[in-house]
């Protein structure tokens, strides 16, 4: 059987991506077969799509490190035919063909069986960029915030991460600070649940000093660098940061100071090798408590074919909200 998926290659040290034929014989082992209906588009994928080695090793390769489907054959004894489910992270898209394709074949250990409330539509509106803002919560939630600690940060704003982080926070009654380079795109961040954005032109300098004025109760930040070195000497006592990106870089310049005369805490989230049952748990809480309605309206659906121009875009930090794959 045929079908059509993304493939980047290298010719002349350079990497293209094109639609092309395949058949299930060249998907690697796996004891499902998934038919994929949605993928979603992420920082990751459009470096595996440029050669990255630190994300993809192997080419020719299918990105796409999201897929949401139906098992369209299976050797476990979890998982039947025509059931919906969701894989997002581990090696999908990394050195295992990804989900821009109409299939994947993966080891069952990798895969969600999808939610009632939530349609396979809606979950890649999510993809690994929602679930890791969801990661991020569950990381504050856990440190036992409140929407009366005080406010919260959220970096890269506009972007997948940070836009999900924004609506979820908002939605469970904090106060949230957009950090976006993008000012103009302020009433779009203060429609999806900021009650403030700045720039991060003011944080993305030398460390401005070790300890700084208290301002937020944590925060989740996407982008890293010099953003998240200020941000961190910027909190109150006993504040939370979870930190998941390096947009802005991966280096990080602090001091003990903020950690042994606040007593701060800087959570790392890694949504790919997250534990399933903890995946499972923020899809669920996705379907139910945490259902974001309006995340709909900022989705831009695009299919195969559109994805080398959207990969450009993402590349050059001028990717707006989520980006969702009709395969
Ligand atoms: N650890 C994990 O499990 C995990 C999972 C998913 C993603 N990530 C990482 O999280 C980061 C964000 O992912 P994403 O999917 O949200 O990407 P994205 O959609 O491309 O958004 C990134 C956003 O960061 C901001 N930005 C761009 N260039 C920047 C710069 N030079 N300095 C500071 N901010 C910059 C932009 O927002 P503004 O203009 O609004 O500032 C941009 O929209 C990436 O580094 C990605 O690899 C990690």
């Known amino acids: 059987m045929k079908f059509k998926a993304l493939v980047s290659s290298e010719s002349n040290k350079k990497y293209e991506s094109k639609v092309q034929s395949r058949t299930i014989q060249d998907l690697p082992e796996g004891d499902v077969l998934i038919k994929v209906y949605f993928s979603s588009l992420n920082y990751k994928d459009a470096l595996s799509a440029i050669g990255n080695k630190g994300v993809s090793r192997n080419y020719p390769h299918t990105p796409g490190i999201d897929a949401a489907g139906i098992i369209e054959t299976s050797e476990s004894k979890n998982f039947k035919v025509g059931e919906e489910v969701i894989v997002t992270g581990y090696d999908l898209g990394m050195n295992t063909s990804g989900g821009f394709s109409e299939y994947i074949r993966v080891p069952s250990e990798w895969v969600v069986k999808k939610p009632e409330g939530i349609s396979l539509s809606e979950s890649m509106a999510l993809g690994t960029a929602g679930l890791t803002a969801g990661l991020c919560v569950r990381k504050l939630i856990n440190h036992k915030l409140t929407p009366d600690s005080g406010k919260l940060f959220v970096t890269g704003a506009t972007g997948g991460v ?43 300098q ?122």
Do not use: H
């Open 162 to 204: 940070g836009i999900v982080a924004m609506m979820l926070l908002s939605k469970l009654g904090f106060e949230v600070v957009a950090i976006t380079g993008k000012l103009d795109s302020q009433d779009m961040l203060k429609e999806y649940g900021a009650s403030e954005v700045i720039t991060r032109e003011d944080l993305d």
């Open 206 to 327: 030398p460390l401005i000093s070790p300890l700084q004025k208290s301002i937020y109760a944590g925060g989740i930040d996407a982008v890293g660098g010099n953003v998240l070195s200020n941000l961190l000497c910027a909190t109150s006592q006993r504040a939370a940061i979870a930190c998941c990106g390096m947009v802005n870089g991966a280096d990080l310049n602090t001091s003990v100071f903020p950690f042994i005369l606040r007593g701060i805490s800087l959570y790392g989230v890694d949504s790919a090798e997250t534990e399933l049952g903890i995946k499972e748990e923020v899809w669920n809480n996705f379907s139910s408590a945490w259902k974001l309605k309006d995340l709909e309206n900022q989705i831009k659906e695009i299919t195969l074919s559109d994805l080398p121009a959207e990969i450009d875009t993402i590349l050059k930090g001028q990717q707006i909200g989520r980006i969702r794959v009709k395969i």
